[in-house]
């Protein structure tokens, strides 16, 4: 059974720093596409950040590139999502997602496996 589970959220002043956790399990293959989504309360969810595991191509929204970055360790089925600069609008509840096939990129309706997510609050 795959399992996603998040860590790493919390309250943050603006101009501040959150680095998340995602730590898949039970997925069987070596290769996958792990994304970064979030989701503000009344909006609907977006593509935040992309990593492909085989080739370690990443992707980023424009509206958090140069801010956050995606990074990976390998060895503790781990993906990390280093958040800088964080500002009020960054507020979300924020999910990471598996893609098998490798196609998804930031379109969340692609992705096959959800964690619960975590929570990051800035405040202004």
């Known amino acids: 059974q795959v399992q996603l589970v998040e860590s790493g959220g919390g309250s943050v002043q603006a101009g501040g720093s959150l680095k998340l956790s995602c730590v898949v399990s039970?997925?069987?293959?070596?290769?996958?596409?792990l994304g970064w989504f979030r989701q503000a309360p009344g909006k609907e969810r977006e593509g935040v950040a992309v990593?492909?595991?085989?080739?370690?191509?990443?992707a980023y929204a424009d509206s958090v590139k140069g801010r956050f970055t995606i990074s990976r360790d390998r060895a503790k089925h781990t993906t990390y999502l280093q958040m800088n600069g964080l500002q009020p609008e960054d507020t979300a509840m924020y999910y990471c997602?598996?893609?098998?096939?490798?196609?998804?990129?930031?379109?969340?309706?692609?992705?096959?496996?959800w964690g619960k997510g975590t929570q990051v609050t800035v405040s202004s």
């Open positions: 990593v492909y595991t085989g080739s370690g191509f990443t």
């Open positions: 039970g997925y069987t293959y070596a290769t996958y596409t």
């Open positions: 997602a598996v893609d098998p096939k490798g196609l998804g990129h930031l379109n969340a309706n692609k992705y096959d496996y």
